[in-house]
T-cell receptor, first 110, second 113 residues
């Protein structure tokens, strides 16, 4: 069985401040991890993924996530957030199917 | 646009009516998935197909729900005798075998009155 825990349902952050969205997973098989983002009134978009190789993965808009096997975590970070980062962020683990966490709503305060 | 397409985007229906949603995956994607998302929750897996074969169904998929992918291309999700608890966003995703990445459509929002 596999599961994902996102402990923070809402994270308010001041613009240009750093942010970390936490994700912990459990999986009995090989681990493939994903972060998806859902902007208001839009569908889910892939932000970044870890399949193998380097444990640090990056997105094109400045987010990064690090796979930590010992802590079973895949936290998402950005050093300086922008208003346009306001969205819901979902962590997910893949076996035959994607299993999602409950999501973290990131709100940027001007 | 060659992304995953879902229709209709919004559906309002009365309790007890049947509804059907359609999903057109990205061309040549072998796998097609259906998820359901309710307010404040992450997407929950319902079922998936590899080509025309339905390989797994969640226990969330009651007997009132049926999904098909008759020719291994588009898929339909039908809900019979809708209940208010069926109100949700129904998401479709597709992937190519071996790529390990799902691409999602914008969803079909169902409201049952």
């Amino acid at each position: 069985a596999q599961s994902v825990t996102q402990l923070d349902s809402q994270v308010p952050v001041f613009e240009e401040a750093p942010v970390e969205l936490r994700c912990n997973y459990s999986s009995s098989v090989s681990v493939y991890l994903f972060w998806y983002v859902q902007y208001p009134n839009q569908g889910l978009q892939l932000l970044l993924k870890y399949l193998s190789g380097s444990t640090l993965v990056e997105s094109i808009n400045g987010f990064e996530a690090e796979f930590n096997k010992s802590q079973t975590s895949f936290h998402l970070r950005k050093p300086s957030v922008h208003i346009s980062d306001t969205a819901e962020y979902f962590c997910a683990v893949l076996n035959e199917k994607l299993t999602f966490g409950t999501g973290t709503r990131l709100t940027i305060i001007p | 646009d060659t992304g995953v397409s879902q229709d209709p985007r919004h559906k309002i229906t009365k309790r007890g009516q049947n509804v059907t949603f359609r999903c057109d995956p990205i061309s040549e994607h072998n796998r097609l998935y259906w998820y359901r998302q309710t307010l404040g929750q992450g997407p929950e897996f319902l079922t998936y197909f590899q080509n025309e074969a339905q390989l797994e169904k969640s226990r969330l998929l009651s007997d009132r729900f049926s999904a098909e992918r008759p020719k291994g291309s588009f898929s339909t999700l039908e809900i019979q005798r809708t209940e208010q608890g069926d109100s949700a966003m129904y998401l479709c995703a597709s992937s190519a075998i071996g790529t390990l990445t799902l691409f999602f459509g914008e969803g079909s929002r169902l409201t049952v009155l």
